[in-house]
């Protein structure tokens, strides 16, 4: 069965600091995987995505992920957050094999302190 | 400029009363999404539809309704039968089911 889990579903970081929100997946093959931001009462923006072309992925404001395959992992991380930065953030697979399905992770809400 | 609306920002529903949210794309897509977002939750999909003419149900269906008669339209009737339907309603497209889905604003449905 395919599955996205995001292992918090809150995270605290003071401005200034890094920022590390994790997600692990379940899959039997490569997926193509993406991080999305979601401010309050707004759509999904896209931060990243992974499609097998490199592991080290690079996105929007300063977020980049790394894709491990053998940890089946694809965490998000920020060297240095942001007060703008506090969102919800959702995992997805999309799984492409018998089928394409996407699948959202719970999200994690990241709270960002002065 | 390039993107997907929806509307209304807000949508207010009377018991026994059908509503319709709209979504427009004009990205040229062919694949398009309907989503709901309940608080603490990931968004879980009610349908969706990859080409004109055709549409097929997610997993919540129940109580809902769409048409895609145009391309660049995908709405959504939440009909009575949907019996808890306050919720965040978000609409999407991509060019296919593989490829990265772009999100509308959402709207967001109330029940009076």
């Known amino acids: 069965a395919q599955s996205v889990t995001q292992l918090d579903s809150h995270v605290s970081v003071s401005e200034g600091t890094p920022v590390l929100l994790r997600c692990n997946y379940s899959?039997?093959?490569?997926?193509?995987l993406f991080w999305y931001v979601q401010h309050p009462n707004k759509g999904l923006q896209l931060l990243l995505k992974?499609?097998?072309?490199?592991?080290l992925v690079k996105g929007i404001n300063g977020f980049e992920a790394e894709f491990k395959k053998s940890e089946t992992s694809f965490h998000l991380t920020k060297p240095s957050a942001h007060m703008s930065d506090a969102a919800e953030y959702f995992c997805?697979?999309?799984?492409?094999?018998?089928?394409?399905?996407?699948?959202f992770g719970a999200g994690t809400r990241l709270f960002v302190k002065a | 400029d390039g993107g997907i609306t929806q509307s209304p920002k807000y949508l207010f529903r009377k018991e026994g009363q059908n509503v319709t949210l709209s979504c427009e794309q004009n990205?040229?897509?062919?694949?398009m999404y309907w989503y709901r977002q309940d608080p603490g939750q990931g968004l879980r999909l009610i349908y969706y539809?990859?080409?004109?003419?055709?549409?097929q149900k997610g997993d919540i269906a129940e109580g809902y309704s769409v048409s895609r008669e145009k391309k660049e339209s995908f709405p959504l009737t939440v009909t009575s039968a949907q019996k808890n339907p306050t919720a965040f309603y978000l609409c999407?497209?991509?060019?296919?089911?593989?490829?990265?889905?772009?999100f509308g604003p959402g709207t967001r449905l109330l029940v009076l």
């Open positions: 999407a497209s991509s060019t296919d089911r593989r490829e990265t889905q772009y």
């Open positions: 899959s039997s093959y490569s997926p193509s």
């Open positions: 992974y499609t097998s072309a490199a592991t």
């Open positions: 997805v697979v999309i799984k492409n094999t018998g089928g394409f399905k996407t699948i």
């Open positions: 990205l040229n897509h062919d694949a």
């Open positions: 539809s990859q080409i004109v003419n055709d549409f």
